[in-house]
């Protein structure tokens, strides 16, 4: 199975700031990658896939990038509604397989 | 507008069985694979199972394999999981989430415990 990995598990940042998360394959998979933000207790929403390209709908401050094993989640200037987890994913062969998350707070 | 809408969660005993469903409208069913996904109370995310649009391909995590199944009705626009020889460890809400992961439903929570 591929494991995937994120960094950091948790990090604080205010409003305004430009924040990456990095996730990291276990193996290459390609430009299978997906990623998804998950606020308490509601559904995950889907915000990028095949690494780079948002779903529709998702703002432009949100963009994704890397190929291979190392991938990245950049929000370029977060906004109140951005504070929540972000999940990657890899979907390049099953099973399917979930980082553990990157919990964004307010500093 | 594309929805997703699972029921059939609830408690159940550790050995017990329960059968989810998922209810699919605002786009062509029998066009797209389906998966579930399940997130345990406090925890992260984990792919359970696959199911390709003709049901010709089927996937199962490891840790639910030859307890669960997967099925579907296009006919009836339906995803389903049924749950057998449940454990403590399966307490979790389950999501119903379109192939390619763009649409997910609000999901529905089940609890195993005695």
């Known amino acids: 199975d591929i494991q995937m990995t994120q960094s950091p598990s948790s990090l604080s940042a205010s409003v305004g700031d430009r924040v990456t998360i990095t996730c990291r394959a276990s193996q290459g998979i390609s430009n299978s990658l997906a990623w998804f933000q998950q606020k308490p207790g509601k559904a995950p929403k889907s915000l990028i896939y095949a690494a780079s390209s948002l779903h529709s709908g998702v703002p432009s401050k949100f963009s994704g990038s890397g190929s291979g094993t190392d991938f990245t989640l950049t929000i370029s200037s977060l906004q109140p509604e951005d504070f929540a987890t972000y999940y990657c994913?890899?979907?390049?062969?099953?099973?399917?397989?979930f980082g553990p998350g990157t919990k964004v707070d307010i500093k | 507008e594309v929805q997703l809408v699972e029921s059939g969660g609830g408690l159940v005993q550790p050995g017990g069985s329960l059968r989810l469903s998922c209810a699919a409208s605002g786009f062509t069913f029998s066009s797209f694979g389906m998966n579930w996904v399940r997130q345990a109370p406090g925890k992260g995310l984990e792919w359970v199972s696959y199911i390709s649009s003709s049901s010709s391909t089927i996937y199962y995590a490891d840790s639910v394999k030859g307890r669960f199944t997967i099925s579907r009705d296009n006919a009836k626009n339906s995803l389903y999981l049924q749950m057998n020889s449940l454990r403590d460890e399966d307490t979790a809400v389950y999501y119903c989430?379109?192939?390619?992961?763009?649409?997910w439903g609000q999901g529905t929570l089940v609890t195993v415990s005695s």
């Open positions: 994913q890899q979907y390049n062969s099953y099973p399917f397989t």
């Open positions: 989430v379109r192939g390619g992961s763009d649409y």
